[in-house]
């Protein structure tokens, strides 16, 4: 593997340099490539501290990853190299040749993901974000740009298309940079999650040649080798159901209005009630939600089956309530003692306990010398406590006014169903429909049964997320599960619908997966 040099005109010192431009009202594009030869992208030498540690690197940016690129200011990956690979350096027991390669997205909402940079104060909070935390640990980061449903090039299926477009990409240049190709682990928040979980799961899918092809994409290969998935907004032919089982009843809503100006996200709630149109909707989509989870054959870890009734109770509520009632022991048992002989003594401060408990008052909970348990978590007084957020359909809106309407849409209709349901009772007249093949390619669950879907997952989605149901996630760890896949599933206490939260804990789930731990 060699390493490129680097003209020395292109060197900076720190990456001050590199901060993150304002906003504007139109992005740079960039020239279309001569080729797809990393050895012949220049780069620059930068500084990061990370946690007190500094961290120099070598910054490969705005590559255009295709050679028919469709948008220049989205089909660009930034790929960061830790410094130390370049004097033949490790870093955290990793080489220039066995370094794994980070490849986090930065889509949100269906909309175009600009490629990423390394920070240190990510999104105001004052701490590093995921690229520079992999620096640190001694990864490779491969950023990737991707096209959204905004731009009329930018329907599904174009932002998974860009992100296998990047894959191959470095697959191919594996040999003229450092990182190795066989061990690349994405990561994704929300949409980007579900983007993540497709990207692991549909490996070198025919259905996706054509567009890659066209493109003028890497003559490589695109599955990968592990998948960390934030709140994936996932499944969405089924989502509507998924969201009326979960929050059927809850009538009051604080819905979030999501636009775009100057390239910049703004989000504001608005409260409303559902009126009793909406109200019936509601109990439409929930009654075929039973139907649906029953017809997928899933199974616990014991080997138990995963069926729901009629009435929307049954085992899967249970499956899906017991990892709330996972991330309550945690909480309440957070503050435990190590005690003589291994014995955990504890919360010495009884009167947290009984406030959480009156804070939670949908969760029974039991404790004695050992601890405290969570007996029992009353589902649908939970779903009321965090409350409802989305009007139904959630996602496949009847006046298509939707995200998910939008990503569906092509170059005749700006906004396309994509359920029967909402095709069948659509406001709109004449409108038109996304079919079956189409949001196929958008599914996780379409390509779990093929050969190149990775062995380890990281699903997270946090008690307080209430931008989709909680069983999407619950189904696709489980159907991972069901096909042999090892997967890591947790719903973190009071988390809302966000991403990268728990870095330490993602990149020490990454060291291990890599190094076999």
């Not at 620059?44 to 220049?72: C, W």
């Not at 930018?154 to 990409?169: E, H, N, Q």
């Not at 999650?193 to 996706?208: F, Q, V």
């Not at 080997?303 to 509520?317: C, I, K, V």
Request: hydrophobic share 40%; proline share 6%; with cysteine.
């Amino acid at each position: 593997m060699k390493l490129q040099r680097i003209p020395a005109l292109l060197l900076a010192a720190t990456l001050s340099a590199q901060a993150a431009p304002p906003q504007k009202a139109e992005l740079p594009r960039y020239p279309a490539p001569k080729n797809l030869d990393f050895s012949q992208v220049a780069g620059s030498l930068h500084t990061i501290t990370v946690n007190g540690q500094s961290v120099p690197y070598r910054a490969f940016e705005h590559i255009v990853y295709v050679m028919k690129p469709a948008d220049t200011r989205y089909q660009i990956m930034n790929v960061y190299i830790p410094e130390a690979y370049f004097q033949g350096g490790s870093i955290n027991g990793f080489t220039k040749d066995t370094a794994p390669i980070f490849f986090p997205n930065n889509v949100g909402g269906y909309m175009p993901g600009e490629a990423g940079q390394p920070e240190t104060d990510s999104r105001g909070s004052g701490k590093p974000n995921a690229i520079a935390v992999a620096l640190s640990q001694g990864y490779v980061v491969a950023s990737p740009g991707a096209r959204g449903r905004t731009e009329a090039n930018g329907r599904a299926p174009a932002a998974i298309v860009d992100l296998k477009a990047a894959v191959r990409y470095l697959k191919a240049n594996d040999a003229k940079m450092a990182g190795d190709a066989r061990k690349i682990i994405s990561n994704g928040t929300s949409a980007g999650g579900a983007l993540s979980a497709l990207l692991g799961t549909s490996g070198n899918a025919r259905e996706y040649a054509p567009y890659l092809r066209a493109l003028g994409a890497a003559n490589a290969t695109d599955d990968i080798f592990a998948v960390s998935a934030y709140c994936p907004i996932t499944n969405l032919e089924h989502a509507d159901a998924a969201y009326e089982w979960e929050f059927n009843g809850v009538h009051d809503y604080e819905k979030m209005d999501i636009t775009m100006l100057d390239y910049k996200v703004e989000r504001k709630l608005v409260k409303g009630t559902l009126d009793a149109a909406e109200q019936r909707v509601s109990d439409e989509l929930k009654a075929q939600f039973p139907a649906y989870i029953n017809s997928l054959g899933l199974k616990n870890a014991r080997g138990e089956a995963l069926m729901l009734n009629d009435d929307g109770s049954g085992s899967f509520r249970d499956y899906v309530a017991s990892y709330i009632a996972a991330a309550a022991e945690a909480e309440l048992n957070k503050n435990q003692i190590p005690g003589a002989l291994g014995v955990l003594i504890p919360d010495p401060n009884p009167e947290r306990v009984a406030a959480f408990a009156e804070e939670n008052p949908w969760l029974a909970i039991d404790g004695n010398f050992a601890g405290n348990y969570v007996k029992k978590v009353d589902f649908a007084a939970y779903a009321k406590a965090i409350g409802r957020q989305k009007v139904p359909p959630a996602f496949d809106a009847l006046d298509l006014s939707s995200g998910e309407n939008q990503l569906f849409g092509d170059a005749n209709q700006d906004t396309r169903h994509f359920t029967a349901y909402s095709a069948a009772n659509s406001a709109i007249k004449g409108a038109g429909s996304a079919g079956r093949v189409a949001v196929k390619k958008m599914n996780p669950l379409s390509y779990i049964s093929e050969k190149t879907v990775p062995q380890h997952w990281r699903i997270r989605v946090g008690t307080k997320d209430r931008d989709t149901s909680h069983a999407i996630a619950a189904i696709l760890a489980a159907k991972l599960q069901n096909s042999g896949k090892d997967v890591d599933l947790a719903m973190p206490w009071g988390v809302p619908h966000s991403g990268d939260y728990d870095l330490d804990e993602l990149f020490n789930w990454m060291d291990g997966v890599v190094k076999g731990k």
